[in-house]
Every structure is written in C-alpha cells, then in structure tokens.
C-alpha cells in the first residue's frame, strides 16, 4: 500500500530500491492495484536493485538518490519512504511537498509524531529532502537513514505532525505484519 500512496501523491517518478534477493512480488502486487491512479507502472516506477543494500539503509538510499540524479541532474529534493510502511497515504506525502514548496528556506520536511504520550517530538520518513541535503545523504554509511540529518544543526527542517501513529507503523516482524493485516481488513 505504500507504493500505491506515492504513485497516488504528486510525485514526478519514483524509484524502488530493492535488495539483488528480493523477488519484487510486492511490486507487481501494488502495481495491480494502480488503476486506480493515473499512472502507467513501467512509466511511473523504476526499480533500482542495490548490490549492498544488506550493508545497512545508507546504501539504499545512496543507490536511489544516484540513480535519479542520473535521469534528472537538476533534480531538486527527493522524497525518501519506506517500503515497510503500508498505511502511508498520498495525502501525508501531498502534504509534504506543499510545506516543503511554501517554505523555500527549508532543506528538508520530515513526519512527526510523539515519542510517547507528551513525549518529545520525533522526525521520520516519509520525508521530502532538497538538493542542499543531497551530498550528506551521499556520505551516509552503515544503517544509518535520513533520520539522522534531522538532527543536525547544519540542515534547517520543519515536522508536519502525523494524523495518528498507525499511519507510520512499521513492519519489521512477522507479529508486525500480523497485526498489519488485522488493521488493514478492519479487524
């Protein structure tokens, strides 16, 4: 469902890195369901096999971030998302863009949500990134993702606030996916 939310949002294109192991049925899974966008899927999506990818997040990202820089030099943010979040919407990755397009002085527009009940603020994925970002996010290594950057005092961000933590729940595990399914049919 996370891929079908952002071929459903306003990007241009979108890039799925994937481990050499991974037999993309996902893809094809949620690419049935497009035709309730109106994208083409060869034309919407590109799948980027990542060699490393077991080597930690920081991989993945550095293939999908070259890989669109190489189709589109002048690029100027990228959306970074995580294929274990099924309940991401188009609209929280709409949202997103449009905070991101009013607020020029920003390198980067993250998810926010509550540590715990009146807890401190965490900035997540999804998130839209600019090019000012773009040769940190190339030099980060080992499991290390986007999240990090959020904490630097070299980048200027802003946390939209997620409409309720389910949307970012994050599937890890088999109980995770159990309890997934069981949100996902009503149950």
Not at 66 to 90: G, K, W, Y
Not at 111 to 125: D, F
């Amino acid at each position: 469902m996370g891929l079908l939310a952002l071929l459903s949002s306003d990007l241009h294109r979108v890039n799925v890195v994937v481990h050499p192991d991974d037999s993309k049925v996902w893809i094809g899974t949620e690419g049935s369901a497009l035709c309730t966008s109106n994208r083409n899927l060869p034309d919407a999506v590109s799948v980027i096999v990542c060699t490393e990818a077991s080597k930690g997040m920081s991989y993945s990202i550095r293939c999908g971030l070259e890989a669109l820089l190489r189709e589109e030099p002048a690029l100027n943010a990228v959306v970074v998302a995580l294929a274990d979040q099924p309940f991401i919407t188009s609209g929280m990755i709409d949202g997103l863009i449009r905070c991101w397009s009013e607020r020029p002085e920003l390198d980067f527009v993250a998810t926010a949500v509550h540590e715990s009940e009146g807890g401190e603020i965490v900035l997540m994925p999804p998130a839209i990134l600019s090019r000012s970002m773009f040769d940190s996010l190339l030099q980060l290594r080992g499991d290390a993702g986007a999240r990090k950057l959020f904490e630097s005092t070299d980048f200027q961000g802003f946390g939209l606030l997620a409409v309720d933590r389910q949307s970012l729940f994050d599937v890890d595990t088999p109980a995770d996916f159990d309890l997934a399914q069981k949100w996902y049919l009503g149950s």
